[in-house]
């Protein structure tokens, strides 16, 4: 039975780019790649000639037929842009469709930023939550991060350089001042990973511009960590009453290990006393 390979692509440095995947791509019948503009120029640098077909977001379910077709014949392997297809980009439709028609569905395994960031932020990497890219919208994006406020786990996001700020910013609204690590161009010539507090990290992406892909990586809460009385809540709600009150309650919901929602209203109920 014909197999699906799920090929992993260098994330910046091209050396990454491992034997065996040079070797599947070469050998399958076809390479089904997210962006073949993109994925041609790998190819041809390594003098890799199999026929390409898109496969991105918005046209999986309409290659997905002609995909399997070929597949039924022979093998086919999977591309991103870069890193481990199927990880925030096209794939999860391919793969259960290969596997419901009973096809073997086989990684070669490579670069993946969420990782290698990971491996290297110098936080706990035991037990970790991956998370991709938060939401765009302000709102959706803080609503996100309330939901895993509470969790242990070493947490790992990735972002664009334009909403980096604002995302930091929500970050330590909503989780407080934890340590986070911040990789930028990871295995590319400029390189980048800075390591401090959340607060920090606002102040210095707040003067200097975002380049490049980033991956975020950002302490989990402490395990073990009491919540807050109700006395110690209210202290803090009117020592910060000059801070806008949906962020102030957010933030110390965080602090405290209170639903965000209880915060808020006591909040008010201070308001009005």
């Known amino acids: 039975m014909p197999t699906l390979f799920l090929v ?3 994330i910046g440095n091209l050396e990454d780019f491992s034997p065996r995947a040079r070797r599947i791509l070469s050998e399958v019948q076809l390479i089904a790649a997210e962006d073949t503009r993109h994925s041609r120029k790998l ?41 481990m297809p199927g990880i925030n980009d096209p794939g999860y439709l ?19 930023a969420p990782v290698a ?17 938060p939401a765009r919208k302000a709102g959706e994006r803080r609503q996100e991060f309330e939901r895993v406020a509470a969790l242990p786990y070493t947490l790992v996001f990735l972002e664009s350089p334009h909403r980096l700020l604002a995302t930091l910013q929500d970050l330590l609204v909503t989780l407080g001042d934890r ?15 800075w390591r401090g507090a959340l607060s920090e990290a606002v102040s210095i992406f707040a003067q200097e511009p975002a380049r490049g892909e ?36 957010r933030r110390v ?7 965000r929602s209880k915060v808020y209203d006591l ?7």
């Open 8 to 10: 992993a692509t260098p």
């Open 253 to 259: 919901a965080a602090q405290a290990g209170w639903p």
């Open 214 to 249: 980033f991956t975020l990586v950002v302490a989990g809460a402490i395990p073990g960590s009491e919540a807050w009385d109700e006395a110690r809540v209210r202290a803090e709600l009117q020592a910060a009453s000059d801070e806008p009150p949906s962020s102030l309650a």
């Open 179 to 193: 340590q986070v690590a911040v990789a930028a161009e990871i295995s590319k010539l400029y390189e980048r990973f």
């Open 43 to 83: 190819l041809s640098h390594f003098g890799i000639q199999t026929p390409l077909t898109s496969y991105f977001a918005h046209n999986e379910r309409v290659k997905l037929d002609k995909i399997m077709e070929t597949l039924a014949h022979g093998d086919v392997a999977l591309i991103s842009d870069a890193g």
């Open 117 to 133: 960031a990971l491996a290297a932020s110098g936080l706990p990497s035991d037990q970790f939550l991956y998370l991709g890219y």
């Open 94 to 112: 391919l793969v259960q469709a290969a596997l419901q028609a009973g096809h073997p569905v086989s990684p070669v395994p490579g670069p993946s």
């Open 267 to 273: 909040l008010r109920s201070l308001q009005d006393d």
